[in-house]
């Protein structure tokens, strides 16, 4: 079945560092793929998709490439802020499963 | 448009007391999902419904945990004679589809602690 691994946290970086997170995805079909971000107490908000192979998703200064070639979903921001701390989850919807596959969720802690 | 609705945010039962948590998916949607998060764990996946049917099942506990999704009102989750081991943050998704690569609309949670 679908599945999504992303990289485990928690990721600590201080402000204004590069934010990296890993995600891969194994899929049949063509699944389209999204990051969410949870803050705490809350519910997962959707962060960014893309629905084909090289689309870029973007949103709030993070993007993550959909590459289909080594199916991976990095998402990537170039200076983070203190507000970004959160949960990521990485997902994928629309491949061999009708149910949205998630991630087990990456914790980021950004430091002032 | 209002997004997707949980209640309550907060449950508080006994053991072996009956939970039930509701979900109003939003306008226009008619497919419904449910998921637990357990503290440090990712959402597992527990049921998926359409409009008084039940898709898939396959992460539901095969006791004490039943879901609904009727022709009017919200959808449930219902787990009778809770455990500690049930208490967790219950999160309900919708979406206009149920394939075609469309997001999933998640509402706040119900967060259900047994005591």
């Known amino acids: 079945g679908d599945s999504v691994t992303q990289m485990e946290g928690p990721v600590t970086l201080s402000e204004e560092a590069f934010l990296t997170i890993n995600c891969t995805y194994t899929?049949?079909?063509?699944?389209?793929l999204f990051w969410y971000v949870q803050y705490p107490g809350e519910g997962l908000q959707l962060l960014l998709k893309?629905?084909?192979?090289?689309d870029k998703g973007s949103n709030k200064g993070f993007e993550a490439t959909y590459r289909k070639e080594t199916t991976s979903f990095h998402l990537e921001k170039g200076s983070v802020q203190v507000s970004d701390s959160a949960v990521y989850f990485c997902?994928?919807?629309?491949?061999?499963?009708?149910?949205?596959?998630f991630g087990r969720g990456t914790s980021l802690i950004v430091h002032p | 448009n209002a997004g997707v609705m949980q209640n309550p945010r907060h449950l508080v039962r006994r053991r072996g007391q009956e939970a039930r948590l509701r979900c109003s998916p939003m306008?226009?949607?008619?497919?419904v999902y449910w998921y637990r998060q357990l503290p440090e764990e990712g959402l597992k996946f527990m049921v998926y419904?359409?409009?008084?049917?039940?898709?898939?099942e396959s992460g539901m506990p095969k006791e004490r945990f039943s879901a609904e999704f009727p022709k009017e009102g919200p959808s449930i989750l219902r787990i009778q004679q809770v455990v500690r081991g049930d208490s967790a943050a219950y999160f309900c998704?919708?979406?206009?589809?149920?394939?075609?690569?469309?997001?999933?609309?998640f509402g706040q949670g119900t967060r259900l602690t047994v005591v």
């Open positions: 899929a049949t079909g063509y699944p389209s």
């Open positions: 997902a994928l919807n629309g491949g061999g499963s009708y149910i949205p596959t």
């Open positions: 893309a629905t084909k192979a090289d």
């Open positions: 419904l359409q409009k008084e049917n039940i898709i898939d």
């Open positions: 306008k226009g949607h008619s497919h």
């Open positions: 998704a919708s979406s206009p589809l149920g394939t075609g690569g469309t997001e999933a609309f």
